[in-house]
Every structure is written in C-alpha cells, then in structure tokens.
C-alpha cells in the first residue's frame, strides 16, 4: 500500500467508480491513518528541536506555544462541543472543497473551491469591518462574483485524467492544503517565515494521504478520513483520550 500511496502519477481515475468493497475502503482509509500517524511521529522531533532552536538560539517565542495557545482560545471562546464540531466537521467539508473537489477540473467544482477559499480568506482583509451582517455580505457578495467569473472563464472539458499537469497538480493541491495551515500560527513571528512549513509538514503528511484516499475511494471517503484525523487530534489534545 505504500508503494500506491507514494506513486502519484498512478492514482485511480477520477471519473469511474471505485469497484472496492465497504470492507475494503474502511480498511484503506484505517491503513492510510495509520502511515500518516507513523510519518507524524516521526517529524514529532525535528519539530520540536526547532522549537528549540527558535527559543535558545534565534531568542523568539516558541511557535508551537503560539499554536496551542490560539487552539486553547479558540475552545475557550466557542465552548468544547462548538470548537470541536468545528474543527472534526465544519473545517474538514470546507477544506475538503477547496482542495480536493476540484481536483476532478470539472468547471462548477473548480468555481465552487474558489468561492469557498475567497469567503474563507476575504476574512483577514475585512476583519476590521466589525458589524457581522455587513462582513458576511460582502464576502458572499465576493465569493458570488468569484463563482460566476470561474464559471464563464474557465474551459469546458478539462479533464484530471489526461491532463499533461495532473502529477503537479495533485502535488500542488497538497502542498497547498499543508502551507494554509501556517494561518494556525497566528500571530506569525515574520522574521521567522522560512521556519514555518517545518511545523505544517505533518499537514503535508494529511493532506497526503487525503488525496490518495480521496482518488481510490472517492470524495466522501477523503471527507470522512480528514474528520477522523482531526476528531483523534482533539481527543488528544483535550485529554480525552
């Protein structure tokens, strides 16, 4: 399974239905959990020699602190049960969307991956507009026209499966997927940027084993590993298991 995890310009084809069984795709997805778990653990320390290196060397705050530290706001703010359901499912279908739907380059998954990524960024540029109501409409306002300049520029019949791109593109959405997580980071200490995809390799890793989840067995599938990672993270993280 390695070797087919590893070898992407091999992935199934998007456009036909995969002739596994239920068994067989739970299987899959618990196996594919278990290598990115594995190749997680083995980053664990490089990540934290880094952060040894940022405190006793480069004399910056620790950036895993700045991660725990907006996590643990986060729950407080929200309360357990909103922040989790957040993060196990609201997030995932969100980032699923933006970064894997539109993998197949069909035109209305593409123009809906944009709307969602521009409704979802916009927020750091109006983020000093203050009044919910009118924040919300004009990123729906943005992410609308987004949506209908995707839909009228974008050509029709693109195909992922033929595509002279479709390894790069795979890689890029990926690596994508791993680098949006530095927004986890925030308040990002600037002089220290080019140590920052250090701490999102285990992202690398998920968005990874996502995608090659999300071409063998489907989009759903990909969905359900990406909650199921992130549901064992917030068991952990909050002790509870």
Request: glycine content about 4%; proline content about 4%.
């Amino acid at each position: 399974m390695l070797k087919e995890l590893l070898t992407i310009s091999e992935y199934p084809n998007l456009s036909l239905l995969s002739k596994s069984t239920f068994a067989e795709k739970t299987g899959s997805l618990f196996k594919t959990y278990g290598l990115i778990f594995l190749a997680i653990m083995l980053v664990v320390p490089l990540i934290l020699a880094t952060d040894q290196f940022v405190t006793h060397v480069l004399h910056f705050k620790a950036i895993n602190h700045v991660q725990t530290d907006e996590m643990s706001h986060f729950f407080h703010k929200l309360g357990y049960l909103k922040a989790a359901l957040y993060v196990c499912l609201l997030g995932p279908i969100l980032e699923e969307t933006v970064f894997r739907l539109p993998l197949t380059l069909k035109k209305h998954h593409i123009a809906l991956a944009f709307a969602i990524a521009v409704f979802l960024f916009s927020g750091f540029l109006l983020r000093h507009i203050t009044a919910p109501w009118i924040n919300i409409s004009i990123k729906l306002s943005i992410s609308a026209i987004v949506y209908f300049i995707c839909i009228f520029t974008v050509p029709d019949g693109l195909s992922i499966i033929d595509h002279r791109f479709r390894k790069q593109l795979i890689i890029l959405s990926m690596c994508l997927f791993g680098l949006m997580h530095i927004s986890n980071y925030s308040p990002i200490q600037w002089p220290l940027i080019w140590l920052y995809p250090i701490y999102v390799i285990p992202q690398l890793f998920m968005g990874w084993g996502i995608t090659y989840i999300r071409f063998k067995n489907g989009f759903w599938w990909g969905f359900v590993l990406h909650c199921f990672i992130n549901s064992i993270s917030v068991l952990l993280a909050s002790g509870r298991l």
